[in-house]
């Protein structure tokens, strides 16, 4: 249906190197990552915090899909994916994801809320597309 993309490029070695990153949509342009940012804290993006924001995105997207076929629309959501990386072996392995919502929708119960929530958590593009456990905290609040 659509395809679009995203680049990086890198210069020099996996320490001292540095990296940047890009979308075609120009929301990133030359964005700057490397190894400081991606394991040391250091300013600059990573491609896990990357994934994250792609995750919170499309299953807030999805969950609004959802929330519309069942006649409820949300005054607001707030999703936070935190995207758990760690050493497996000889490299390293993306062994998490964990989705914190908090959604304010007039006339919802919690039992909807709730249904409506874990079917975006499962049926997201980015859920599917991730091989890793998902596990979701979702709050309703007025």
């Not at 210069?11 to 490397?34: C, E, F, M, N």
């Not at 758990?84 to 062994?95: H, N, P, S, V, Y």
Request: proline share 4%; glycine share 10%; aromatic share 6%.
């Amino acid at each position: 249906m659509s395809t679009t993309s995203g680049s990086a490029k890198w210069q020099g070695g996996i320490k001292d190197g540095k990296g940047a990153i890009s979308t075609k949509s120009g929301a990133l342009s030359d964005y700057p990552y490397g190894f400081a940012s991606r394991f040391e804290g250091k300013p600059g993006s990573n491609p896990e915090e990357l994934i994250g924001a792609a995750h919170a995105a499309c299953f807030t997207m999805a969950l609004s899909l959802i929330l519309g076929e069942a006649k409820l629309t949300a005054e607001q959501m707030e999703t936070k994916a935190d995207v758990t990386l760690e050493k497996q072996g000889d490299g390293f392995a993306i062994t998490a994801v964990h989705l914190t919502l908090t959604a304010k929708i007039p006339g919802a119960d919690d039992a909807t809320f709730q249904d409506c929530a874990a079917t975006a958590k499962a049926g997201c593009p980015v859920s599917k597309l991730l091989n890793t456990k998902i596990t979701m905290d979702a709050k309703l609040v007025s």
